[in-house]
Nanobody
C-alpha cells in the first residue's frame, strides 16, 4: 500500500529525491515518516511530516541536508529531498504511515510500511 521509489547510486555531494506513493487506501489522515537501515545496523528515523503538512521533523544527522514534503492536494504522496549526500547516508530507505503523533521517531508509531528503496552514496 506504500511504494517507495527514487533510490539509486550517486556520488558524495549529489542529490536524490525519494517518493512514497500510497495505493489501496487514503493516507491523507496519517502522519508520514521516512526511516533508513544501513547494513548491519538497526533501522533509524530520518524524517516525518504531520498529516496537515504543518510540521516536519528531521533527525540531527540529516538536518540542513534533507527536507520532507507532502503532496499538496491529495496528501497521498510524500517526498524526501536529499542533498549533499554522504557515504554514511547509504541505506535502504523506508516510508511509513502513522495515525498517532506520540513519537514520530519510534517505529512502533507506524502501522504501515513500504518495501524500501536502496540509496548508495559512493565516496
Amino acid at each position: 500500500q506504500l511504494q517507495a521509489s527514487g533510490g539509486g547510486l550517486v556520488q558524495t555531494g549529489d542529490s536524490l529525491r525519494l517518493s512514497c506513493a500510497a495505493s489501496g487506501r487514503t493516507f491523507s489522515p496519517y502522519h508520514m515518516g521516512w526511516f533508513r537501515q544501513a547494513p548491519g545496523l538497526e533501522r533509524e528515523f530520518v524524517a516525518a511530516i504531520t498529516w496537515s503538512s504543518t510540521n516536519t521533523y528531521l533527525s540531527e544527522s540529516v538536518k540542513g541536508r534533507f527536507t520532507m514534503s507532502r503532496d499538496g492536494n491529495a496528501k497521498n504522496a510524500v517526498y524526501l529531498q536529499m542533498t549533499s549526500l554522504k557515504p554514511e547516508d547509504t541505506a535502504v530507505y523506508y516510508c511509513a504511515a502513522a495515525m498517532s503523533s506520540s513519537s514520530f521517531a519510534a517505529e512502533a508509531s507506524y502501522a504501515y510500511w513500504g518495501q524500501g528503496t536502496q540509496v548508495t552514496v559512493s565516496s
